[in-house]
C-alpha cells in the first residue's frame, strides 16, 4: 500500500520550544518532511542526530520554496515579519505565543492570511489541555455557582526572555485559558509591573482583567522573580471553588465543596459571626492525560489538509494581544484601560 504524501513542515527558531514542535512533528503520520530553520548550524546537527533525515535551513527564504506549513517560535518582535513572508508565499503558519506585539500588527497578520486563503493560527496551547477543557465545562454547566472571581500565578526563577518583559512572556498563557474558560475577552484592563534585576524589562507583574458577560473579575500575577515554580489557576464560585495545579502530577484539578453565606442574624446578633461557613468533600475529577502540543500541533495540520478555521485561530490570538497591550499601557499610565481603545477607527463608527 502506498502511503500518501505528507506535508512538509517547517520550524523557524530550534531553540525550547522549536525542537519541543520537531520531537512532535516527527511522530505525527500527516507529517512527511521537517524543515529546521535556525542561524545557528549546531542546533541542526543536534536536532539531526535525534531525527535523522530533518532537513536545515539557516533562514526563511532558502526553505520557504520547500514547504507547505511553517511553525514560527521565534522571539516575539519577529513574529509579524516572518509569519508575513510565509503567508506572501502561500505557506500556512502557525506563531507560537504571542502571536504579535500589538493588536495594529496581529490585524494586518490576519488580513493577510485571509487574502491569500492560508491558515493562522496561534500557539495558545493551554487550550489544548485537557484539564483547561474541564475548566470551561465546569464554567458552562455553572456547576460553581455564580463566579465570584478568577485568579492565575505562573511564578519562577526566570527564564529572562531578551526582547520582550514578563507580560508578554508568561501573561499569553494565562490570558488565553481565562478567554476560553469564561468563553469571553474582558472589556478592560488594570495592570501593575515592576523592574528588579533587570533595567530594561519588567520582571514582575499583576493584571486585572475585567469581564462583562460573565460580570467576573480575572486576577493574573506573573513573575521571572520567584523562588517557588508557580503554575495554577483558582475559580471561586458561590457554590464551588476549584484549583488547577498544572505541576501536579496527579490530580491537576481539586473540587472544594465549600462556600460562605450571610448568616440570616447579620445585622440584629452581633455576637454571632457575620457569615455561615459550608466545608464538603474536595473532589478530583478524571482527567484524559493528553500532551497539549501534540493535539495542539495535530490540529494544525488538520486544518492545513481540510481547510477547516482553527480553534486558536488568528482573532484569538488577537484577543490575547489586546490584552496584553492594553496591560501595558495601563501600567504605563497608571490607570484603567479599555480594550475598545485599540480599535481602528473605521470599526469604532
Known amino acids: 500500500m502506498t502511503k500518501a504524501i505528507g506535508l512538509r513542515v517547517g520550524v523557524v527558531g530550534c531553540g525550547y520550544w522549536g525542537s519541543k514542535h520537531i520531537r512532535v512533528l516527527h511522530a505525527l503520520e500527516s507529517v512527511d518532511s521537517i524543515a529546521a530553520i535556525d542561524p545557528n548550524p549546531d542546533r541542526a546537527i543536534q536536532l539531526a542526530r535525534h531525527y535523522p533525515g530533518i532537513e536545515s535551513y539557516q533562514d526563511l527564504d532558502a526553505a520557504l520554496p520547500y514547504l507547505d506549513a511553517v511553525i514560527i517560535a521565534t522571539p516575539p518582535s519577529t513574529h509579524k515579519p516572518l509569519a508575513l513572508k510565509a503567508i506572501a508565499a502561500g505557506v500556512h503558519v502557525m506563531v507560537e505565543k504571542p502571536l504579535a506585539t500589538s493588536a495594529a ?166 455576637t454571632q459571626p457575620p457569615m455561615s461557613y459550608r466545608y464538603g468533600d474536595v473532589v478530583a475529577p478524571y482527567l484524559e492525560m493528553n500532551e497539549p502540543l501534540m493535539v495542539e500541533d495535530q490540529h494544525f495540520t488538520d486544518c492545513v489538509i481540510s481547510g477547516m478555521k482553527p480553534l486558536t485561530g488568528g482573532e484569538n490570538g488577537l484577543g490575547v494581544v489586546e490584552v496584553l497591550e492594553c496591560a501595558q499601557r495601563a501600567a504605563t499610565e497608571g490607570r484603567r484601560v479599555s480594550l475598545s481603545e485599540l480599535q481602528p477607527i473605521g470599526e469604532l463608527l
Not at 492570511?113 to 489541555?129: D, P, Q, R, S, Y
Not at 472589556?187 to 493584571?207: I, K, P, Q
Not at 495545579?245 to 440570616?264: C, F, Q, W
Request: proline letters at 3%; aromatic letters at 8%; hydrophobic letters at 40%.
Open 105 to 270: 500588527d496581529a490585524r494586518v497578520m490576519i488580513a493577510a492570511a485571509e487574502a491569500k486563503n492560508v491558515v493562522l493560527m496561534v500557539g495558545h496551547t493551554f487550550e489544548f489541555h485537557s484539564a483547561v477543557w474541564q475548566l470551561r465545562q465546569m464554567v458552562q454547566n455553572k456547576e460553581l455557582g455564580d463566579l465570584y472571581y478568577l485568579d492565575t500565578a505562573r511564578l519562577n526563577l526566570g527564564l529572562y526572555q531578551n526582547d520582550c518583559n514578563v507580560l508578554f512572556d508568561l501573561a499569553p498563557h494565562d490570558v488565553s485559558i481565562l478567554n476560553f474558560v469564561l468563553g469571553a475577552k474582558p472589556v478592560s484592563v488594570e495592570c501593575w509591573s515592576s523592574r528588579h534585576a533587570n533595567s530594561r524589562l519588567e520582571d514582575v507583574g499583576y493584571l486585572r482583567l475585567h469581564y462583562q458577560d460573565p460580570d467576573v473579575t480575572a486576577n493574573v500575577h506573573v513573575s521571572w522573580l520567584d523562588p517557588c515554580k508557580v503554575r495554577r489557576v483558582t475559580m471561586v464560585g458561590s457554590q464551588k471553588m476549584v484549583i488547577f495545579n498544572d505541576l501536579a502530577t496527579e490530580e491537576r484539578i481539586k473540587v472544594h465543596d465549600k462556600g460562605v453565606s450571610e448568616a440570616p442574624t447579620f445585622g440584629q446578633d452581633l
